[in-house]
């Protein structure tokens, strides 16, 4: 099993920034690729960007270049980094671990809002 703690949620306005971060305990080794999702009310939860252990990343081509993906091996932590903000980023992000063996893991989810 594996526990995921999100923070760094909150409210600012447009232009603004955010940085996520995400923290997993329990069965940690088994750990393989880390990454956030957004979900908004009505919609399906989707891909914001991962990053695998050895630090490969991947992006939603649309956010690539304000959101930056990272990751600390040492203290089993993913951030993201989210700058110039737009009401449209405005979700729940989910904090998403997948071990070797495929297992998926999801964080609480922590609201971000952007306002206008």
């Known amino acids: 099993q594996v526990h995921l703690v999100e923070s760094g949620g909150g409210l600012v306005q447009a232009g603004g920034s955010l940085n996520l971060s995400c923290v997993a305990s329990?069965?940690?080794?088994?750990?393989?690729?880390m990454g956030w999702y957004r979900q908004t009310p009505g919609n399906q939860r989707e891909l914001v960007a991962s990053?695998?252990?050895?630090?490969?990343?991947n992006y939603v081509r649309s956010l690539k270049g304000r959101f930056t993906i990272s990751r600390d091996n040492a203290k089993n932590m993913v951030l993201l980094q989210m700058n110039s903000l737009q009401p449209e980023d405005t979700a729940v992000y989910y904090c998403?671990?997948?071990?070797?063996?495929?297992?998926?893991?999801w964080g609480q989810g922590t609201q971000v809002t952007v306002s206008s």
């Open positions: 329990g069965s940690v080794r088994s750990l393989n690729a």
């Open positions: 990053i695998t252990r050895d630090g490969m990343t």
């Open positions: 998403n671990v997948e071990t070797y063996f495929r297992q998926p893991y």
